[in-house]
């Protein structure tokens, strides 16, 4: 079964980190560009990073210099690592392929930040 499974979300302070974490199937995995999506309350859907498979990265205007995109390809894994988080930051993060695909969206990870 093609799937991806998000996780590391959580309750954080402003200012702090957070790591989260995708894997996916290795047949998506291995030969398309990795992102990872955001959906705050009331919002659309919205691309925050992405990873290309030879590792080249794109960032949203909005969490460039704060978050980094990574992948490891021997565990078919795409990381987020989130620093100095904003309230604006709380969503649901999700990962999926770029462009992403409508039957691969996950569950999510909700990450909350409080002021």
């Known amino acids: 079964q093609v799937q991806v499974v998000e996780s590391g979300g959580g309750l954080v302070q402003a200012g702090g980190s957070l790591r989260l974490s995708c894997v996916a199937s290795?047949?998506?995995?291995?030969?398309?560009?990795m992102g990872w999506y955001r959906q705050a309350l009331g919002k659309q859907r919205e691309l925050v990073a992405s990873?290309?498979?030879?590792?080249?990265?794109n960032y949203a205007d909005s969490v460039k210099g704060r978050f980094t995109i990574s992948r490891d390809n021997a565990k078919n894994t795409v990381y987020l690592q989130m620093n100095s988080l904003k309230p604006e930051d709380t969503a649901v993060y999700y990962c999926?392929?770029?462009?992403?695909?409508?039957?691969?969206w996950g569950q999510g990870t909700q990450v909350t930040v409080s002021s």
């Open positions: 999926n392929i770029q462009p992403p695909i409508g039957g691969l």
């Open positions: 290795r047949i998506i995995f291995s030969i398309n560009t």
């Open positions: 990873i290309t498979t030879r590792g080249s990265t």
